[in-house]
């Protein structure tokens, strides 16, 4: 967006504001002016920027403008099948029992893993857990996981 498409932006506006009032939020106009903002802003801020504090705080025709960086929560950084490997890690399941039971490999068991652990930044199946435990939308309904029943072939080479 360039400096003068901004402009034509707050032109229509203030020629908005001018007949009945529209909330701010619903307005595309806005929408896309604050989505312009944090761009670059961020930008400006690099990727880098890991402060919790506001990178942009000012005030223009009265009104404050306050920028204030977000951090994800589990459930958007993780992809659906590493929820469900998160939850059954949190009710015991061991890597190979995940493995039978999701009908994958060991290894793409262990892939998800460190995936996992890489996204929230833990290192351990004991502090993956307690980061989700926080979060409800990683809670199965009824508090239980209700996979397809772990039926294990080929016993004899088990033992």
């Not at 951090?71 to 950084?77: G, I, Q, S, V």
């Not at 996992?116 to 004991?126: D, E, P, Q």
């Amino acid at each position: 967006m360039t400096t003068e498409s901004v402009r034509s932006g707050v032109r229509a506006l203030r020629e908005r504001s001018r007949s009945a009032p529209v909330d701010p939020s619903e307005d595309g106009t806005v929408r896309n002016l604050v989505r312009e903002l944090a761009g670059r802003v961020s930008e400006l801020v690099g990727p880098d920027h890991s402060g919790t504090g506001p990178v942009l705080d000012c005030t223009e025709l009265g009104m404050r403008c306050l920028l204030v960086p977000m951090t994800p929560r589990p459930h958007e950084l993780l992809s659906p099948r590493e929820i469900e490997i998160a939850r059954m890690v949190g009710l015991g399941y061991t890597n190979r029992a995940i493995a039978a039971v999701l009908e994958i490999s060991l290894y793409t068991v262990s892939a998800h893993m460190r995936r996992i652990f890489t996204k929230l930044g833990v290192g351990n199946r004991a502090s993956m857990v307690a980061a989700l435990s926080q979060n409800s939308e990683l809670i199965p309904e009824g508090g239980r996981a209700s996979p397809k029943p772990l039926t294990v072939t080929g016993a004899s080479r088990l033992r």
